[in-house]
Nanobody
Framework: QVQLQESGPGLVKPSQTLSLTCTVS??????????WSWIRQPPGKGLEWIGY???????YYSPSLKSRTSISRDTSKNQFTLQLSSVTPEDTAVYYC???????????WGQGTQVTVSS
């Protein structure tokens, strides 16, 4: 069974960088062609796609967040990470990692982790 789990700080100060890690088990992020993705959901709002990384290491980001987003991976740990710089309170959300069978269609999700941006 494929499992994903997010980890990282739950509180980030404005202007700092949000950093989260997704640990994957049951599949290799470097073997099969899946879209290892980050998605977020602000309070009371819908899901917003952030970006993804594929098995080759290529990355793709939402145009609205591209300038602030970096997705990377640690293949030895079967993990991929999200860094979102210059955060504001509008970045407060539940952040999910997920496996996509297509760029925006996901079959496995992490449970999500709450990140609050506040001073």
């Amino acid at each position: 069974q494929v499992q994903l789990q997010e980890s990282g700080p739950g509180l980030v100060k404005p202007s700092q960088t949000l950093s989260l890690t997704c640990t994957v088990s049951g599949d290799s992020i470097t073997t099969n062609y899946y879209y290892w993705s980050w998605i977020r959901q602000p309070p009371g709002k819908g899901l917003e796609w952030i970006g993804y990384i594929v098995y080759s290491g290529s990355t793709y980001y939402s145009p609205s967040l591209k300038s602030r987003t970096s997705i990377s991976r640690d293949t030895s740990k079967n993990q991929f990470t999200l860094q979102l710089s210059s955060v504001t309170p509008e970045d407060t959300a539940v952040y999910y990692c997920a496996r996509g069978v297509r760029p925006l269609n996901y079959d496995y999700w992490g449970q999500g982790t709450q990140v609050t941006v506040s001073s």
